[in-house]
């Protein structure tokens, strides 16, 4: 089954376009990148094909499904900002909160999780608490929990360490070896380099293949 089809994918608030006619057919497993300057378009590209943003035209095809406004697709993980976790809460019972919604892992798989992005799974530490790697590890361990087919990552580096950047491009690419897809946002070219079977770049809304 084809992963992702975008026709024609356009958004424009007020007299701005930020996406112009955006065509994009992904049908192989991979990793895909995706570069562009400050205000390009990358995060708000990105939260249309979650359905966060509506698009003012065009469509967004997942798996085969239509991409509705408020209708996360089935089998998608995404980081797009560490922004949405309860601050009073620890990581563990954020994701214990998020996972309830579908009921798909347990606890041990949450605990497991959060000790593979390289957090304390024992740590009782509200998130307001956490450095911003740390909460940057949280967003991770979310969008990765439930094992995606699909996972939309803004920018997932932000923040961490050598070692912490080391661990999620090892990370990504025993995801890739598993057959999940992964459309990366990122501005660093080694990430893009080592990581992306094809990277893709936005400019001024527009979209086009790089390599
Ligand atoms: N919710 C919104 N409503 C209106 N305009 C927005 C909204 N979010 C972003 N924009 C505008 O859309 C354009 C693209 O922003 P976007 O955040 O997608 O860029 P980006 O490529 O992700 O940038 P960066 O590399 O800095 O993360 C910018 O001009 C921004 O001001």
Redesign the pocket.
Known sequence: MQIIKIANLSKK?KN?E?LKGINLEIDEPGIYGFI??????????FKTLVGL?VPSAGSINIFGDAIEKGKFPKDLGALLDTSGFLKQYSGYRNLKILASILNKIDDVEIKNILELVGLDSNDTRPVSKYSLGMKQRLGIAQAIMENPKLLIL??PMNALDESGVEDIRNLLLDLKAKGVTILL?S?NSEDIQLLCDSVYK?ENGELSIVS
């Open positions: 608030v701005h930020i562009g300057r400050n205000g390009s378009g990358k995060s708000v590209f943003i803004d920018e946002a501005h936005i």
